[in-house]
């Protein structure tokens, strides 16, 4: 009777869809290998498409449909190495979380975690076997070998704390990557938008500059007709200029605009550079008030957490700034008071958790503030993205225009001039 009461708990203490094994995740890894006979189908579709078409308008048209092509290929498969490199790292939270739980070895956890998820998570588990076989702490192990590990849970993982306690940090901060997901995606979908749109955009306004304008110029010439001025902007005054400003132009805005992809497929908050850091230092924020409830949960006084967690977090810009705020604790400054100052918090949230450790539900209190700071980081990203997306789409939409302007113009012009 006990051992089967054991073994339920056991499952229902895992994740809800990994295998049977303690060591399991959460759900099957996303594989590479779902190019189906319907996606090949549309691919040779579009590939013949193209080359219809590129038959009909030249050798010019072929060349920026290659060109565009292969930039779009280069960010998708940035796009799809830095995602997978990101879901790899949630069955290793998975493992560390059931391992410091149960007690359990965590060589053996992390070296089938490897094994499973491929890629280079293999070696890169490996690496973090060897340096725990040698001794070394398991937090050092794991920033000795960086993406093996989020760099949120290397915060925790330095914090000492006991496997209950960590475990615990560990699954939530599993559950705030998920919840991140969503905000993650809605993002990648107006940046994908937005992107196909200009690479869309570039390919017809190139064949039209290409092949339909210089017939154009040459309709004119004949007639001895002046081209409207507004057809002139839009043509370049010749194809040299074309050559030599807009599509040079067009393809920078494109390799500017692959990293902003990036960013939303991976986390910028793991990225650990100081300018992004001091961008989402409320996030970071969240995650020092997490460490503060946990702290304070054991029983340790504010000014040793802060302390500790000065040198546990990862990121420089926040290691500064929570030992500003030790800085102004030692000088006779509310605790509270100094997180918000130094921008850790908002002051509302600091008169927030005075109330809180008057009541003595401070623990609580911080770790329920950190997620709000998170909720209020991703409803902001939403919004800027919302109030960002239309204002694209405009400027987008001004060479359209003036294009399409400058393309039926000439027409009228010419009916006109062959009236009179």
């Known amino acids: 009777m006990s051992q089967s009461t054991e073994t339920d708990d056991d499952r229902n203490d895992g994740p809800p869809s990994g ?3 303690s060591y399991g995740p959460p759900r ?23 080359g219809r078409v590129a038959m009909v308008a030249g050798p010019a048209f072929a060349l920026i449909v290659f060109v ?49 998820c491929g890629g280079s998570m293999r070696p890169k588990a490996r690496a973090v076997v060897r340096l725990l076989q040698r001794g070394t702490p398991t937090a050092e192990a794991f920033a000795r070998v960086p993406g093996s590990f989020p ?5 925790f993982l330095r914090m000492d704390w006991d496997g209950p306690r960590l475990g615990k940090a560990l699954r939530d901060l599993i559950q705030r990557r998920a919840e991140w997901r969503p905000f993650r995606s809605s993002l990648a979908m107006r940046l994908v938008y937005i992107g196909w749109t200009l690479v869309v955009m570039q390919a017809v306004l190139g064949f039209l500059l290409y092949s339909i304008a210089p017939r ?19 043509y370049f005054r010749g194809n040299a200029a074309i050559l030599g400003v807009f599509f040079p132009l067009a393809f920078l805005l494109e390799l500017v605009g692959l990293p902003l ?17 001091r961008l989402l230092i409320k996030r970071h924020g ?12 054991m029983g340790r006084p504010l000014p040793e957490a802060l302390d500790r967690i000065g040198r546990a977090a990862s990121s420089g810009a926040v290691r ?13 400054e509310a605790w509270t008071r100094a997180l918000a100052s130094v921008r850790l918090i908002r002051w509302a949230d600091a008169l927030a958790l005075d109330a809180s450790q008057r009541a003595g539900n401070l623990s609580w209190a911080l770790g329920d503030l950190a997620d709000g700071l998170d909720r209020r980081a991703g409803h902001r990203l939403i919004v800027w993205s919302q109030f960002l997306l239309p204002v694209a789409v405009i400027l987008l939409a001004m060479p359209v225009v003036v294009v399409a302007v400058g393309f039926f113009l000439p027409l009228v012009t010419l009916i006109e001039a062959m009236s009179r």
Request: aromatic share 6%; with cysteine; charged share 20%.
């Open 286 to 297: 969240a995650t020092v008030l997490r460490a503060l409830s946990g702290e304070v949960a």
């Open 68 to 116: 565009v092509l292969v930039l779009s290929a280069i960010a998708g498969g940035l796009a799809l190495l830095i995602r997978g490199g990101s879901v790899r790292s949630d069955p290793m939270l998975w493992i560390v979380a059931n391992a410091v739980e149960r007690g359990l070895p965590l060589e053996a956890g992390i070296d089938a975690c490897g094994a499973l």
């Open 261 to 277: 992809l990036l960013l939303a497929f991976f986390d910028p908050i793991e990225w650990g550079i100081g300018p992004i850091d």
């Open 216 to 234: 154009y110029e040459a309709i004119f010439a004949d007639f001895g007709v002046p081209m409207p001025r507004i057809s002139q902007l839009a």
């Open 28 to 50: 099957p890894l996303p594989s590479a290998r779902s190019f189906g006979l319907a996606h090949a189908m549309i691919a040779i579709a579009v590939l013949a498409v193209v």
């Open 19 to 21: 295998p049977s094994s």
């Open 151 to 155: 760099k949120a849970g290397l915060v």
């Open 320 to 332: 500064r700034r929570v030992r500003k705020a030790r800085g102004r604790v030692d000088r006779g």
